[in-house]
């Protein structure tokens, strides 16, 4: 069935270095994959989304890229800050008709100061 | 403008048991998904609606049920409540087939 493999499960870097998280999936026709942050006590947040036309999109420290021939994408975070700490899931989506989103398991990414 | 409202935050029930969670999207979206999140399983798709209409369902038992009203808000009703439906309860809305869903806070429920 549908699925999307994330890793690593666990992150731990020193602030200001990079952080990055990989994703695959293994529907062929998903064409839409967001990255979410969740912060403890909330829903996720939308951080960054890629569509299937588009190989890599940025928005300031945060940058997502897209393989479509392996079924590969990846979350890159520079310079990294305490508050960036959170559970990070990324997800894949057909997006037709109608939102089947399917999640990754999630990276827990620690900061240290 | 304001973001997705879920109700009630917090909820305590006992096994047998029927729940309603309520879901008030962004205002103007008319698409409503919810999903259940647990430590063990992570973020699972239940059912989304779009005008009234459910238009996708994932592989939950009919137990879980949900509908829309006609101002986008939407409810998920848990019946014969069981242990392992504790979970958190997330609601995402969304413009239309755009894709782009923003979450609410959940709805924690408990099963004792």
């Known amino acids: 069935g549908e699925n999307v493999e994330q890793h690593p499960s666990t992150l731990s870097v020193q602030e200001g270095d990079s952080a990055v998280i990989k994703c695959t999936y293994s529907?062929?026709?998903?064409?839409?994959f967001p990255w979410y942050k969740q912060e403890l006590g909330k829903g996720p947040q939308l951080i960054i989304d890629i569509r299937s036309n588009v190989g890599e999109k940025k928005d300031q420290r945060i940058a997502v890229t897209l393989n479509k021939t392996a079924k590969h994408f990846s979350l890159h975070i520079t310079e990294t800050q305490p508050e960036d700490s959170a559970v990070y899931f990324c997800a894949a989506s057909k997006g037709t008709g109608g939102f089947k989103t399917i999640f990754g398991a999630g990276t827990r990414l620690f900061v240290k100061a | 403008k304001a973001g997705v409202t879920q109700t009630p935050r917090y909820l305590i029930k006992t096994r047998g048991q029927q729940v309603t969670l309520s879901c008030s999207p962004i205002s103007g979206h008319r698409s409503v998904s919810w999903y259940q999140q647990t430590p063990g399983q992570g973020l699972q798709f239940l059912f989304e609606?779009?005008?009234?209409?459910?238009?996708n369902k994932g592989n939950f038992p009919g137990r879980f049920s949900g509908r829309q009203f006609s101002n986008s808000r939407s409810e998920m009703n848990v019946s014969t409540l069981e242990l392992g439906d504790s979970a958190l309860y997330l609601c995402?809305?969304?413009?239309?087939?755009?894709?782009?869903?923003?979450f609410g806070p959940g709805t924690r429920l408990l099963v004792l």
């Open positions: 995402a809305s969304s413009l239309d087939s755009t894709e782009t869903q923003y």
């Open positions: 529907d062929s026709a998903s064409n839409y």
């Open positions: 609606y779009f005008s009234e209409t459910q238009r």
